[in-house]
C-alpha cells in the first residue's frame, strides 16, 4: 500500500467514526453524568480501578507506554469535559490493557482547553504530576471525578492536591511550584489542536511509521475505530 494510499485509509477511518462519535456522544455522557456533580471534593472515587488499570504500564511525562513504541496515539482533551471522561472509561482502556501494556502504542495526552479558565489550572496541574512520572494516573482519576464545569472545583488547591497525592507525586512541593510555570505549555498544546483543525474534546491523532506527519482522527466513536486506525498507522 502506497503512503498516500494508507494517508487516505486513514481519512476515510476519521470520516466514518465522525457518524459513530455522534451516536457515542449521547453514551458517553449518561456513562459519566452518573458521577459529575458527585466529585470535585477531596474524598476521591475511582483510585484503585486507576491503579490497577495503569499498574505496570511506563509513564514519561504526559506519555503512557514504551516511548519507544512504534505508533504515537495522541489525545488532545479537557480535565473539565465529561465526554473526555467517557472515554478514558469506556473507550480507552482496551487500548491501553492491550496495544498500549504489549509496548505496540504509546498513548500521549495534551490540553486542548475549551471549557474555561479553571481547565487552565487543571491542565497545568495535570503536567507537573507527569514531571514526576504520574501524568496519566492524574488525568484518570481526575476524569472520574469531575464536577459541574466551571463550579469552582477543578482550580480548588485542595482538591488538586488530592489528586496529586492519589496519582502517586511524591514531593508536592515541587508538583506545586512546577504547575505555577506550565500554563504555557497548556496553551501551547491547545493552539496544536487549532492547528490540526481540532475544537472540541476529545479529539485524537495518530503518528506512525506508515503515516508520516501526525494524521488527525477527529473523535473515533469506538474502541474499534481507534484501533483500526493503529494498524493504519503501524
Not at 509513564?59 to 513504541?69: E, N, R, S
Not at 465529561?82 to 495526552?109: N, Q, W
Request: hydrophobic content about 40%; aromatic content about 6%.
Amino acid at each position: 500500500m502506497s503512503a498516500a494510499e494508507r494517508r487516505s485509509r486513514l481519512l476515510r477511518l476519521a470520516a466514518g467514526a465522525a457518524f459513530l462519535a455522534l451516536a457515542a456522544v449521547l453514551v458517553l455522557i449518561v456513562v459519566s453524568a452518573t458521577g459529575n456533580g458527585d466529585g470535585g471534593d477531596t474524598k476521591l472515587e475511582g483510585v484503585p480501578e486507576v491503579k490497577e488499570l495503569l499498574t505496570g504500564i511506563p509513564q514519561h511525562g504526559m506519555l503512557l507506554g514504551d516511548p519507544q513504541a512504534p505508533v504515537e496515539l495522541i489525545e488532545f482533551g479537557d480535565l473539565q469535559c465529561p465526554i473526555c471522561a467517557g472515554y478514558s472509561k469506556e473507550i480507552l482502556p482496551p487500548i491501553m490493557e492491550t496495544r498500549v501494556r504489549d509496548g505496540e502504542v504509546k498513548l500521549a495526552f495534551r490540553n486542548l482547553t475549551i471549557l474555561g479558565a479553571e481547565s487552565v489550572v487543571a491542565g497545568a496541574a495535570a503536567l507537573a504530576a507527569g514531571a514526576q512520572g504520574h501524568g496519566w494516573s492524574f488525568v484518570e482519576i481526575f476524569y472520574r471525578n469531575q464536577a459541574e464545569e466551571e463550579s469552582g472545583y477543578a482550580d480548588d488547591e485542595a482538591f488538586l492536591k488530592a489528586i496529586a497525592r492519589a496519582a502517586g507525586v511524591h514531593n508536592l512541593t515541587k508538583w506545586q511550584a512546577d504547575r505555577r510555570q506550565m500554563t504555557q505549555k497548556v496553551e501551547e498544546t491547545t493552539e496544536e489542536a487549532h492547528g490540526l483543525g481540532f475544537s472540541g474534546t476529545p479529539s485524537f491523532a495518530i503518528q506512525g511509521p506508515q503515516t508520516g506527519e501526525i494524521q488527525p482522527l477527529g473523535s473515533p466513536g469506538s474502541t474499534d475505530s481507534l484501533e483500526s486506525a493503529i494498524d493504519a498507522a503501524g
